[in-house]
């Protein structure tokens, strides 16, 4: 049904980028490459990918489209398997029910899960947020493991006045704040905004973050916040997209 090969490094970003926040997904397959769209199980926090089939070194689909249940857990279990510069075969059987990777003379095949047995896409939320900008990913995620020093809890903001973009975490006696402006912060649209967010969610997603030169980060007033970002030489897509945690009054 599908006979593909991808560099090891992009065939990481993918499986990482969706392990961030679940460890099972329907995965979509067509002519123009692969997508997936899922929710975590807590329902706070999506994650949505689309690799194009030119990232491939190439890619062969026998069928119009196919939707295979992917155990992103079982794949994760042997990544430490994968050398940098291997080359990764994936084979598809016809029956939908094998995948069988191939990779520095190791061949391991994994059993699908049923797509039964997942939940079903998820309707991405049409969002209409008032600050739109663009910082580069490492630095964000720098942010967001020093904030982890101190808090389980973040606060981005962003002041339609100064054009300043503020991360702030406090805990029970300590706090840390990183303000981004100028050149280290692109607006595309800059509007008063501000909302708090759990920093375990926000740890999962800055690995795959931190490798982007630059993520477009979409920011409300007590609503959730969207991160969206190319990889794989502009061939990919990942998005997440996060609840925002209400304070008490």
Same mark, same amino acid.
């Given at each position: ?35 997936? #769209? ?12 689309? =690799?194009?089939? /030119? ?19 079982? #794949?994760?279990?042997?990544? *430490? ?17 094998? =995948?069988?990777?191939?990779? *520095? *003379? ?5 059993? =699908?899960?049923?797509?039964?047995? #997942? ?28 904030? !982890? ?10 002041? !339609?006045?100064? +054009? ?6 406090? *805990? ?33 997603? !800055?690995?795959?973050?931190? +490798? ?15 991160? /969206? ?21």
């Amino acid at each position: 049904m599908l006979q593909a090969t991808i560099q090891a490094d992009i065939f990481r970003e993918t499986i990482d980028a969706i392990s961030a926040l679940v460890n099972e997904c329907r995965l979509h397959l067509t002519a123009d490459g692969i997508r997936t #769209i899922t929710v975590d199980t807590s329902n706070v926090a999506m994650v949505s990918l689309e =690799l194009a089939a /030119s990232a491939f070194e190439n890619y062969s689909l026998t069928v119009e489209s196919a939707e295979i249940g992917l155990d992103i857990e079982k #794949i994760r279990s042997m990544m *430490g398997m994968i050398g940098k510069a291997d080359v990764i075969s994936l084979d598809l059987d016809d029956t939908g029910k094998k =995948l069988k990777l191939s990779f *520095g *003379g190791y061949e391991y095949s994994i059993t =699908l899960l049923d797509t039964k047995t #997942i939940r079903k896409d998820p309707n991405a939320p049409n969002l209409n947020l008032p600050a739109t900008f663009e910082i580069a990913g490492a630095m964000f995620n720098d942010a967001i493991k020093a904030s !982890g020093m101190v808090s389980d809890k973040i606060s981005l903001a962003v002041s !339609g006045e100064t +054009r300043i973009f503020t991360m702030n975490a406090e *805990g029970d006696s300590d706090r840390i704040k990183r303000e981004l402006a100028g050149d280290d912060v692109h607006y595309i649209t800059c509007a008063d905004a501000r909302s708090l967010f759990s920093l375990d969610y926000l740890k999962d997603m !800055g690995k795959s973050i931190s +490798r982007a030169e630059k993520v477009q980060i979409r920011l409300g007033n007590d609503h959730p916040v969207q991160f /969206s970002f190319e990889y794989a030489e502009g061939k990919g897509k990942i998005g997440y997209l996060l609840a925002p945690r209400i304070e008490a009054d």
